[in-house]
């Protein structure tokens, strides 16, 4: 008879550290700027979805055949690029699910993000490693090992359900009951972006009301809205859009981003795919900045106090791009009076677009801007954004127009830009304003 499994106790356990290598930083890519954003900010892994299959239809995808150019340009930046296809299939799609299987093998895609067990063998079958995703809603060890058993599957995306204590369980488990096979075990965790007020997403609400399944990566978020309470004797009716207790804060590790990396964890997913480029840039970098101090700076004199300093200038980055405001998700247990938050966005910042770059001029490095929107002036930052480019920020050092130097770029303008980087025809621009700016010039 085999013997019971032993489970290790948390009582009275002091800080476990497993910190030994650093984490895997994994960005979200919902097209090419994004992708290219992503990487240029240092993104260790991308994901992303083709047009079908994934938990996020809304985002604009990729088609199966850019795959093998995400795999070159992935790979020529030392990154690795993972498909989701991490929704629930059906019969009919099942010739469709093997055709992207075989063609993400064929691209290179390094893995498969999938919790149907229809694309788990697929995987299997064409020699793509599968990651568990967090839509399985694997919390804990019991359920890790029999996959890792049965399966052979290396990397888990742990529920986000999760508390960071049970995350610690879940490692010391492993080391204790996978004997070899526990250093190639991989934990992985949301650490930023949008939560749900369902369980990993299994949530019917967009689907009674729109015929958009959440299941399907086609969810309409109607938990993010103001509900008209009516009753129904007297016809008194109450508008319920205050605190919207259905919509989530974005979750945002930072702050306690050092014990996440003292808990084991070998890949930080950023959410993202539905959002803009920039979000993508600023997200990643910050994340990037924070992963390398901890590992360079912590045996330095004055780590904790160059650390609290560094979490401060973080989140005022991470504060001027999208979000509903922030939460620690469940990595501290499972209560929601703080969760809750509201519905648009919450960032410092807003983009206001500038025009299109008509030209560059690599010799002098000039750019020629069409001006379409807002203006800009010398000393301004401008943001560019294109599929070759990504997402990359400078200031404007010099303007000129017809030839002759000139302070403002106005409205319908064709300006000369001076700039220290190189931008490309076509990139769009933009001007990131404070959006106490934006109202004050609204009034």
């Not at 250093?183 to 949008?194: P, R, T």
């Not at 991470?318 to 009076?337: E, K, P, T």
């Amino acid at each position: 008879m085999k013997k019971p499994r032993r489970r290790v106790s948390l009582i009275g356990m002091k800080e476990v550290n497993f910190n030994n290598k650093k984490p895997e930083l994994m960005a979200p890519a919902g097209d090419m700027i994004s992708l290219r954003s992503a990487l240029d900010a240092g993104a260790d892994a991308i994901y992303f979805g083709v047009v079908s299959m994934n938990m996020r239809a809304s985002a604009r995808n990729f088609a199966v055949e850019d795959m093998k150019e995400i795999a070159r340009i992935t790979h020529d930046s030392g990154a690795k690029a993972y498909l989701a296809l991490n929704t629930i299939v059906f019969d009919r799609e099942l010739e469709l699910a093997e055709k992207i299987v075989a063609a993400a093998a064929e691209a290179s895609i390094d893995a498969i993000i999938c919790w149907d067990f229809a694309i788990l063998e697929l995987a299997l079958k064409h020699k793509i490693s599968p990651f568990i995703s967090t839509q399985m809603s694997v919390a804990n060890s019991a359920s890790l090992l029999f996959l890792n058993r049965q399966f052979g599957i290396k990397r888990f995306v742990l529920a986000r359900e999760c508390t960071l204590e049970e995350i610690v369980s879940i490692r010391k488990q492993i080391m204790l009951l996978a004997g070899e096979q526990a250093g190639s075990i991989e934990l992985e965790v949301f650490a930023h972006g949008a939560m749900c007020v369902s369980v990993s997403g299994r949530c019917f609400m967009s689907q009674f009301q729109f015929d958009g399944s959440a299941n399907r990566g086609e969810c309409r978020q109607p938990c993010r809205r103001e509900y008209l309470i009516k009753d129904i004797r007297d016809g008194k009716e109450f508008l319920l859009g205050q605190d919207y207790v259905m919509s989530p804060k974005d979750l945002c590790s930072l702050p306690f981003l050092d014990k996440i990396l003292a808990a084991g964890i070998d890949s930080l997913k950023i959410e993202g795919r539905g959002r803009s480029p920039e979000y993508v840039s600023v997200v990643t970098a910050c994340y990037r900045q924070f992963i390398d101090f901890y590992y360079h700076e912590k045996e330095a004199a004055g780590f904790d106090d160059r650390l609290a300093a560094l979490k401060t200038e973080l989140m005022g980055r991470l504060d001027s791009v999208f979000h509903r405001g922030f939460s620690d998700g469940f990595f501290f247990g499972r209560q929601i009076s703080d969760w809750t938050g509201g519905n648009g966005s919450k960032a410092t910042h807003r983009k206001v677009h500038v025009g299109t770059v008509t030209n560059f001029f690599k010799k002098v490095m000039v750019a020629e801007i069409r001006v379409e929107g807002s203006g800009f002036a010398c000393g301004d930052e401008l943001m560019f954004q294109g599929a070759t480019t990504g997402v990359v920020s400078m200031k404007v050092e010099s303007i000129e127009e017809a030839f002759k130097p000139v302070q403002i770029a106005g409205k319908d303008s064709l300006v000369g830009v001076k700039l220290p980087g190189v931008v490309r025809e076509n990139d769009q621009v933009y001007k990131m304003v404070a959006v106490d700016e934006l109202e004050n010039a609204r009034q």
